[in-house]
């Protein structure tokens, strides 16, 4: 399981979050997604630790917590919804006038 990190600065590196995170335990990897185009940091980000007592321990701590100026979002991350094949042909919308 992974916890999700939101209303992050822009500034955070992952540096950051993985020295507040290891003040819970052992963080194993630390995700900070970017925007593609302008390469800046899209303000979450997710964190996976070595057990759950030390994720439930992290969430408990942090959320809600002020840091780098803004107010944690922490929670357990949810599994990504599968949005469908999205490269797929047809099944869109059809303009039938002629």
Same mark, same amino acid.
């Given at each position: 399981m992974s916890i999700y990190v939101? +209303?992050?600065s822009y500034e955070v590196t992952e540096e950051d979050l993985n020295s507040v995170f290891a003040e819970y335990g052992s963080v194993r990897r630390v995700? /900070?997604?970017t925007d593609r185009e302008t390469g800046r940091v899209r303000g979450f980000?997710?964190?996976e630790m070595d057990t759950l007592t030390q994720e439930d321990s992290?969430?408990?701590a942090l959320d809600g917590a002020q840091w780098m100026g803004? #107010? /944690?979002k922490v929670n357990k991350a949810k599994p =990504?919804? #599968?949005q469908g094949n999205r490269n797929s042909f047809g099944g869109g =919308?059809? +303009? +039938? =006038?002629?």
């Open positions: 939101g +209303n992050l995700h /900070l997604p980000a997710f964190v992290a969430i408990e803004r #107010d /944690l =990504r919804e #599968d =919308r059809r +303009n +039938n =006038r002629y």
